[in-house]
């Protein structure tokens, strides 16, 4: 976009609320497109597809298989994702709420949750950056939503958006999207 960038690494739930604020630009994390969150702020075009997935200990003591098992069972998840709306809406569970899915996910292999709910590529990246987690764990397969993730922007700064949207098009254009996406 031809612009100096200050990157500002804050909770992802305070992230909307500096865009609302004014303190923020722009969000530029895993933020699925929500009705509820499209009330509050503009997103760009979607730059990925996601969906949740259940990380469990690996010795599964729960005997969790899929999201129906999720039922009456302890489940950690980082506050303001859409993984903690889905985990709220699962009968009987305990969600306990943590700052980032790192936290969740140590807070589960402390012994203290049967599961966590994530971004599939969220959990896929931490798997890959710690190998002690990857040991200690196993990713099931089910996915239960396909979200499109998007950034954010306040809904007076249609211009930024736009600017956005034209860099994301180019960037699919020329190919260095799909290769920064393979990376």
Known sequence: MGR?????NIGFDAIIPGILAGTIDMGAAG???TPERGKRVLFSLPFYKSGLTILVPKENKAGIADFKDLEGKRISV???TTSQTFAKKIPGAKV?????AGEAVLNMIAGN????LNDKPVTD???VQSKSIAEQTTHLKPIATADLFAMVF??????LKAEADKALKALKADGTFNKLHEK
């Open 113 to 116: 949750a049967d599961a966590v």
């Open 31 to 33: 933020f699925s497109i």
């Open 78 to 80: 980082q506050i303001g």
């Open 154 to 159: 306040a809904k007076n700064n249609s211009e």
């Open 96 to 100: 306990t709420t943590f700052a980032s």
């Open 4 to 8: 100096d960038v200050k990157i500002e």
């Open 125 to 127: 990246y931490m798997l």
